[in-house]
C-alpha cells in the first residue's frame, strides 16, 4: 500500500464500460523513494481534496473493486487520521 493525498479529481467524458460509475482522483504520493509521483486511482470510499489516503495498487486494486476484469491498478482504500505524522 502507497500513502499519497488526493490533490485534484480527474474527469473523463468517455472510458471503457467497465469504468463506468468509478470515480478517479489523482493523488501525490507521500514519502519514500516515489514521494512527488502521481497516481490516478479509483475512490471507492469518497476521500475529498486534501485528504491523506491509502492506495492499493495491482491486482490487488483490482481485487477491491469485487472484478477482474477491470481495468485499474490503483485504488483509494482509506483515508489517513489527522494524528498519523509521516
Do not use: H, Q, Y
Not at 467497465?18 to 501525490?28: A, D, I, R, T
Not at 473493486?65 to 481495468?71: E, K, Q, T
Amino acid at each position: 500500500m502507497i500513502a499519497a493525498k488526493v490533490i485534484d479529481n480527474i474527469w473523463s467524458t468517455r472510458k471503457a464500460d467497465s469504468l463506468v460509475g468509478l470515480k478517479f482522483m489523482l493523488v501525490e504520493v507521500l514519502g519514500g523513494s516515489e514521494a512527488g509521483r502521481l497516481i490516478i486511482a479509483a475512490d471507492t470510499i469518497g476521500a475529498g481534496f486534501g485528504e491523506r489516503v491509502l492506495v492499493c495498487t495491482g491486482s490487488s486494486a483490482r481485487k477491491m473493486l469485487g472484478r477482474d476484469d477491470v481495468p485499474i491498478d490503483a485504488v483509494i482504500v482509506g483515508i489517513i487520521d489527522e494524528d498519523c505524522v509521516f
